[in-house]
């Protein structure tokens, strides 16, 4: 995970409270996701709206806005099927920054997001965070960017931890985003059955299923993509 907080722009200030009712009243939502809602979300609040007429960047297809939202957790923690909820109900893409309370009174925050394409019917990936770092911790201010879009996505890829990659569109950091854990449960499960096997010639045919798998995952996480088969730099 990393640790990184951004600071967002004075000019794109809402600062709406919602009501969690808004979020279960008028869906589909379970029993046990409403329960989640009340026990979990102290409050929400609408932060920010980044659009062109309040940071200057024009929107995209993809992203012709980006909400911040910020949660604040009555315990540890919010679970991230509240967050998909949220994300659900809103058409554009939202980032969230979820607050706690721990000993002392002292304050807690991390920031989360999943890649999202705007749309009636949103598509929406995994969700990246930071670490929780003190509230109080110094922001960075956000990476340069020509566009609504491409500000989402860099901001996306430093959660995930992913590199960036220029031109990446946000369907792209999603897919790259699901492969790589996905690999990555691979490569586990590769390894805990290597420690285990006791035969030679099944150790060395994980060993090369293991490496194979390893290179795929240096390739979704290099910053460039791969040349083709046959090609020459």
């Not at 957790?73 to 949220?86: F, M, P, Q």
């Not at 058409?91 to 979820?98: K, L, M, S």
Request: proline fraction near 7%.
């Amino acid at each position: 995970m990393t640790e990184v907080l951004y600071e967002w722009p004075a000019a794109a200030r809402f600062g709406r409270a919602i009501p969690k009712t808004k979020f279960y009243e008028h869906g589909k939502v379970s029993n046990a996701l409403r329960e989640r809602f009340v026990g979990e979300v102290q409050r929400i609040a609408w932060a920010y709206k980044l659009a062109d007429n309040t940071v200057n960047l024009p929107g995209t297809v993809a992203v012709p806005e980006l909400q911040v939202f910020q949660l604040e957790a009555k315990g540890d923690d919010i679970h991230e099927s509240v967050l998909a909820a949220i994300d659900g109900a809103v058409t554009t893409p939202i980032v969230f920054e979820i607050t706690r309370c721990v000993h002392h009174g002292k304050r807690e925050v991390r920031v989360v997001a999943a890649p999202k394409q705007a749309g009636s019917a949103p598509k929406q990936g995994s969700y990246s965070s930071t670490t929780w770092q003190p509230a109080r911790a110094p922001r960075r201010s956000l990476p340069a960017a020509l566009d609504l879009g491409s500000l989402y996505v860099a901001i996306v890829e430093s959660l995930s931890g992913l590199p960036a990659r220029p031109g990446e569109a946000v369907s792209d950091v999603a897919d790259r985003l699901t492969s790589t854990r996905k690999l990555q449960r691979e490569i586990d499960a590769l390894q805990r059955k290597l420690r285990t096997e006791p035969q030679f010639n099944r150790k060395v045919e994980l060993r090369r299923a293991l490496t194979a798998k390893q290179q795929l995952l240096a390739d979704l996480t290099s910053p460039t993509t791969s040349p083709a088969p046959g090609t020459k730099d």
